[in-house]
């Protein structure tokens, strides 16, 4: 499965991003997906995550700021981003399956793990 992540920028404290991924097959066969962050020097992390059948988990740094989302339609994974911060600057990952991600929502690993290429998100004053 090839993951097309975008819609990452510069944008100012305060301000709103909205990330898209889109999966080459449907988003709906995919038990789990989740979007990852890694800021400079720092570890890739799980910020968001979902079921297929619209479970959420979100790490406390962003709760209540981000929002993730999915379109059967669109077959898209959208990740809405309010009131960002100075610290949410990093590159963010698109993922679906990994063991991480199914951990986070409380699902069983499949044992499979697809990654998109990152898109870059900067925070600046």
Do not use: H
Not at 76 to 99: H, I, R
């Amino acid at each position: 499965v090839q993951l097309q992540a975008s819609g990452g920028g510069l944008v100012q404290i305060g301000g709103s991003l909205r990330l898209a991924c889109s999966p080459s097959r449907g988003i709906r066969s995919l038990t789990v997906m989740g979007w990852y962050r890694q800021g400079p020097g720092n570890s890739r992390d799980l910020v968001a995550a979902r079921t297929e059948g619209g479970r959420t988990y979100y790490a406390d740094s962003v709760k209540g700021r981000f929002t993730i989302s999915g379109d059967n339609e669109e077959n898209t994974m959208y990740l809405q981003m309010n009131n960002l911060k100075p610290e949410d600057t990093g590159v963010y990952y698109c993922n679906a399956e990994s063991a991480t991600t199914a951990r986070a929502l409380g699902r069983t690993w499949t044992g499979l793990d697809y990654w998109g290429k990152g898109t870059q998100v900067t925070v600046s004053s």
